[in-house]
């Protein structure tokens, strides 16, 4: 097994323990690109703790990465580690 296979494996393995909302967040990320947790929060209509918590998670997994926004250093940017990694086999 690739590095590649085994880092997708452990992410989806990863994923699969996550709640919902956690893997509504991967996915929206994946879909729409780097977004800040209140546009997170638009774009999935789940509330800012949820989404908070479901980032949190993400992170602790290795499944996202956050960096300073250049537009407002006060926020955080969300993108995925492993874009591939998310779609289906």
Known sequence: MSNQQEAHSDIQTALEKL???????????????DLT???????????????????????????????ISFRDARQKVYSLLATEALSAD
């Open 37 to 67: 947790q209140s546009q997170l929060a638009d774009e999935t209509m789940l509330p800012s703790r949820t989404v908070r918590n479901a980032v949190a998670q993400l992170q602790r997994e290795r499944i996202i990465t956050a960096q």
């Open 19 to 33: 709640p919902p909302s956690a893997k509504l967040v991967a996915k929206t990320l994946e879909y729409e690109g």
